[in-house]
């Protein structure tokens, strides 16, 4: 079998705490975004689009529902005899498991699955942002330029900057130092978490950051410093289009609600770069007339016949006469009953919120102090009448006239 010009690794562990409820039960990149997706079929439609046949996805907290949502991967094209799509858990040795300690370890734990297809080049990835990218220029320029390490890297504020980790880079976009979470930094080059490695440079490193027992293992902590500062060539690839990290409750919010925004261009069923999916089949959506819906994206299977506004109803999501939803998403399977109200919130799946419930509430109500998302786990009920204020996250049932 001949060498594989480009393979990737996607990152998919990630418990995603900040997520909350949202990720108690199923890793971050299975996460349901923008009606009919789910977070991890960017990376994945990325890759196919950009002609990288052989993809392992690494997976580690929760992956039941990853496992399942991916199958053999052929929605994405990517059921393949040679190369494909791979679930890649922790690796069991006769000792028992490890768990990945950091993201330079997992794809150390990883190495003989890369040793299979001999690449000349392996392309990092993560599995939670929002972005259409075209991986394979992002290849021609690594390969060009010579570099033993290409850095997707993205403009961000000052303000954003100290957030990230940022590149500080020569004339020639060649990285000479990186900063992690910096006070005050030298650029406004910010990673983006995708890199290009040649793969005999990445297997060094690697191996010697796993002989390290003073190391985190990870990519921006540990190996992109030592290979800097070992005087390898470093190279930033810039990108200047939409993407997003869905790390928090309202980054999440926000990149849904943008599908909605004129101004911001994610076309998701563009033929030249689509995003695929696993589709379920539903039948269509039925809107009611006397339903009232503005600006809003309403996918398969939903029954709506109250007032929604600013919102994203995903598949089978039912909202009775009398109900309203506002600046929300409401996923999967999850029922707004009559006389419920919800307004800046995200109602996970299959919840139910019964007759006359309020959620969430208006920023320009309660004022920017205590205001936030409201979050509502999977499969819990909202009881009749009860009353859930702004910036809440909601775990359990909440009883009849409840106030939390």
């Not at 205001?371 to 499969?379: Q, S």
Request: net charge negative; charged share 25%.
């Amino acid at each position: 079998m001949n060498g594989k010009k480009c393979i990737a690794m996607l990152l998919a562990g990630g418990q995603g705490s900040r997520l909350g409820v949202l990720t108690s039960k199923i890793a971050k990149p299975a996460v349901p975004y923008g009606g009919k997706y789910r977070i991890i079929d960017f990376p994945l439609s990325n890759c196919v689009n950009s002609g990288i046949d052989t993809v392992g996805i690494l997976t580690q907290y929760k992956p039941l529902e990853l496992n399942d949502y991916i199958g053999s991967g052929k929605p994405w094209d990517l059921d393949r005899t040679n190369g494909g799509v791979h679930i890649l858990p922790p690796y069991q040795t006769q000792e028992g498991g490890n768990w990945y300690k950091g993201t330079a370890n997992a794809i150390y734990q990883n190495m003989e699955f890369i040793e299979r297809y001999d690449p000349e080049h392996v392309l990092i990835l993560s599995g939670d942002h929002i972005y259409k990218m075209d991986y394979s220029k992002m290849l021609k320029q690594h390969i060009e330029s010579a570099a033993a390490c290409t850095i997707a890297v993205l403009e961000v504020t000052p303000e954003e900057a100290s957030r990230f980790g940022i590149m500080n880079t020569d004339q020639n976009d060649t990285i000479y130092e990186f900063e992690e979470k910096p006070k005050h930094p030298k650029s406004n080059l910010a990673s983006m978490g995708i890199y290009i490695f040649s793969w005999q440079k990445l297997k060094k490193y690697l191996t010697e950051d796993e002989a390290d027992s003073n190391s985190s293992n990870d990519f921006g902590k540990d190996v992109i410093p030592a290979m800097l500062n070992a005087g390898e060539l470093m190279k930033v690839y810039r990108f200047a289009d939409y993407w997003k990290d869905v790390g928090t409750v309202d980054s999440l919010w926000e990149a849904n609600l943008d599908l909605l925004n004129p101004k911001i261009n994610l076309n998701l069923s563009d033929s030249d770069w689509r995003i695929y999916s696993r589709t379920t089949g539903m039948p269509p959506q039925y809107i009611c007339d006397t339903a009232e819906v503005e600006n809003s994206l309403v996918t398969d299977g939903c029954d709506v016949n109250g007032k929604l506004d600013y919102s994203i109803l995903f598949e089978n999501v039912t909202v009775e006469h009398g109900a309203s939803v506002e600046y929300s998403l409401v996923m999967p399977g999850a029922v707004i009953k009559k006389g419920a109200s919800v307004k800046y919130a995200i109602i996970a799946e299959n919840v139910v919120v019964e007759e006359n419930a309020e959620i969430g509430a208006d920023p320009a109500v309660v004022g920017p102090e205590g205001w936030g998302i409201t979050v509502i786990g999977d499969r819990l009920t909202i009881g009749r009448g009860a009353k859930i204020g702004p910036s809440r996250m909601i775990t359990e049932d909440v009883g009849e006239g409840e106030t939390r």
